[in-house]
């Protein structure tokens, strides 16, 4: 007696295919209807617990035509016998198969009689529905920004799931090679937006990045250096991850909460697959497809041996759904002609493996994700069916995004699954229409421009526009930018020196300058609630700054009437929290590189600053002489006047600018003068 069943009858799994069962052809049936069979498995099949199944396309018994094979095998529950069933459809009839590979658990059975969803289980869709549209407002904590969403083309409340923990989810990198600037110029424009969102608009961002440790281009690398060194692709994506790590610190770019490598999270990717599969938008495939056109006895055949196959999203089960993020999806490549695909613009979601290629086991054999299929689902294995903001370079809304959202919202049987997509633009290189890339070969990778140029100095460049706009790179970008920073620096340094009583001026509009401050702050927050909106934000202060650079006008003696420091205090302390909320640090820029030895260094430089400071009090000084004695003594003093201007210039040149201020100076980092920017 068996323990399932209570009968000395085996009990045996349903032969019905996902809840929708196999239609029973009569004997009127004509030739062309689909014709069910079920039979004992042939000899020297294998079977893996019922888990195994697929389809084959290829000609009929007796017909020239091909068709389509659809089969599942099974097994009994004692494990006594196995059997298979399926059905053969002519052309006319094809349809998406309805069988499925994953673990009894996860299967998911359709009530009957629903007509919708059968309907998505044949590929047929729902109905017709226009691209882009549908979008659904999300419920929430409303961050007060309007921002631009690539799922509706235009700026939309930003509203998150709570101010608490808005989740954000970006691609990280395929770790393969070394960063560029192209790679640095989103994340950093991200990271700026990150801050802006955090410490401006009050929403605490959880991020996760997915890493890409396992990918055609890492094995294909790892092969190419293997001529000069003995590396495993897995060797080659840990160097490569923490190069890139490294990176994006020294661009001062934030870490995410988490990084998530694609290696450590197989298993979920294997049961993220399964889901797939069970709600009726992915198909696996024989070893390699190559039955297509043979004869149908053959095809059986591969089938016994049938041990590792592909697995294909089925895009005709999305219907009208796909193209979310574009009007209209770019046609597919041409495939070659033993491509197992049931349509050529279905997607890979586990690769059969290759010989000497990595893999790992799944129930479709040996074999590794594909790429769209990792990043949908580490995001959903931390936030599950809804995500806040999801966000990449615009090379990624097609065919990456796309089919990310394809995927999780076929998985979650969800309308709508990520709320927000952001995308930022290309980092062109200047005078050509092309964007810096590895497979143009015009690129610079990070280490090699920190060489020459700060971060604080490549990030005022990224914000010097939109961070959906493409950007130019050249000498002459980063010189302005560069420039600009060191005017910040400037007025600082003046500002700090007036508030000391170093600097010497008129009286100030000190009414004028409290106006312009509030509304240099009010026009702030409006641009970067405005799709952050960092050119305009950037702007405004520098209009701040203009207004008090008027105001710090040097006199030649000391001016009598009152002084007005607070008004520049406050000045300086908004002007310092917007570079800080951005990650641009105004200090940096009165520190003399040089590791742990900055400190000393910069001292060394205030005490030779202010010996220069006595020399030239010295030399200026005339005491009590009047007429022909005060012109011999200061003609006598005009050497030590000529070694502090010679000693300016000799400074100047490893990049310390001194300012003589009256009977005073002060010092700050100033551009070298044998050194080109950029070069």
Known sequence: M??????DEPRRRSSRLEGVPLPLASASSPASAARPFRSSPPSGGHYIDGREGGDILG???????????????????????????????????????LCCL????????????SAL?????????????????????????????????????????????????????????????????????SYVRFDIIRRILTRVFGCNIVMVMGITDVDDKIIKRANELNFLMNISPASLANLYEEDFKQDMAALKVLPPTVYLRVTENIPQIISFIQGIIANGHAYPTARGGHARNTNHWVMLRILRKFMSCNVYFDLQSRGDAYGKLVSVAPGPAAEPGDSDKRHAGDFALWKAAKPQELFWTSPWGNGRPGWHVECSTIASSVFGGCLDIHSGGIDLAFPHHENEIAQCEAFHKCQQWGNYFLHSGHLHVKGKEEKMSKSLKNYITVKDFLKTCSPDVFRLFCMRSSYRSAIDYSDGTLLEAKHLLLAVAAFAEDARAYMKGQLACRPIGEAALWERLSHTKAAVQAALADDFDTARAVDAVMGLIHHGNRQLKVVTQEPSGPRSPAVFGSIMAYIEQFFGTVGISLADTQSV???????????????????????????????????????????????????????????????????????????????RTDHKPGS
């Open 2 to 7: 068996h323990r399932a069943t209570g009968t």
């Open 59 to 97: 000609p009929l018994p007796g017909r020239a035509d091909p068709g389509r094979v659809s089969f599942r095998f099974g097994r009994d529950w004692d494990g006594s016998s196995s059997w298979w069933a399926g059905r053969v459809e002519p052309p006319e009839r094809v349809r998406p198969a």
């Open 102 to 113: 994953q673990p009894p658990m996860l299967r998911t059975r359709v009530p009957r009689g």
């Open 117 to 185: 969803v059968l309907r998505a289980a044949l590929g047929l869709g729902s109905g017709p529905r226009p691209r882009g549209q549908g979008w659904l407002q999300p419920a929430g904590y409303d961050t007060g920004v309007k921002v631009y969403n690539s799922l509706t083309r235009r700026k939309d409340p930003l509203i998150v799931g709570s101010a608490d923990g808005a989740s954000w989810y970006s691609c990280g990198p395929t770790v393969y090679d070394h960063a560029h600037l192209g790679h640095a110029c």
């Open 593 to 671: 590189s040089g590791g742990g030895g900055s400190a000393t260094l910069h001292s060394v430089v205030e005490e030779l600053v202010r010996f220069r400071v006595k020399v030239r009090r010295f030399a200026l000084a005339v005491g009590g002489a009047a007429g022909e004695a005060q012109q011999q003594q200061l003609s006598e003093r005009q050497p030590l006047l000529e070694a502090c201007d010679i000693l300016r210039r000799d400074l100047a040149a490893h990049g310390i600018g001194i300012k003589d201020r009256g009977l005073t100076s002060t010092w700050a980092l100033a551009p």
